[in-house]
């Protein structure tokens, strides 16, 4: 059963900093892409970040370029999401998800609350 499990959200002033984990289980882990993504109240949700564990290739949405890092830890089948510099427009919930690289993302957690307060 492929499970994926997100957690490290909290509550931070703006400037602060959280790192967000999801651990995979049920599949091989290099076989699939992991993407962030959050969806903040009102919003659709949005692609964040994602790597492909394979080649370590990775995807920025512009408004966290240089804030935020995704990376992977093969042994531990866990991907990160280092959030520094939050801004209050940060704020959302946010969701790991798996795919196959290039394909649709067919497996998702649940997601961890981010709040960023200004």
């Known amino acids: 059963e492929v499970q994926l499990q997100a957690c490290g ?5 703006a400037g602060g900093s959280l790192r967000l984990s999801c651990a995979a289980s ?23 970040t994602s790597i492909d564990p394979s080649d370590g290739n990775t995807y920025y949405r512009g408004s966290v370029k240089g804030r935020f890092t995704i990376s ?8 990160y999401l280092q959030m520094n510099s939050l801004k209050p427009e940060d704020t959302a919930v946010y969701y790991c998800a798996a795919g196959t690289p290039g394909g649709s993302y067919d497996y998702w957690g649940q997601g961890t609350q981010v709040t960023v307060s200004s």
């Not at 992977?72 to 991907?79: E, F, I, P, W």
Request: charged fraction near 25%; proline fraction near 3%.
């Open 9 to 13: 959200g909290g509550v931070v002033q």
């Open 26 to 48: 049920g599949f091989i882990f290099d076989d699939y892409a992991i993407g962030w993504f959050r969806q903040a109240p009102g919003k659709e949700r949005e692609g964040v």
């Open 72 to 79: 992977s830890d093969g042994a531990k089948n866990t991907v």
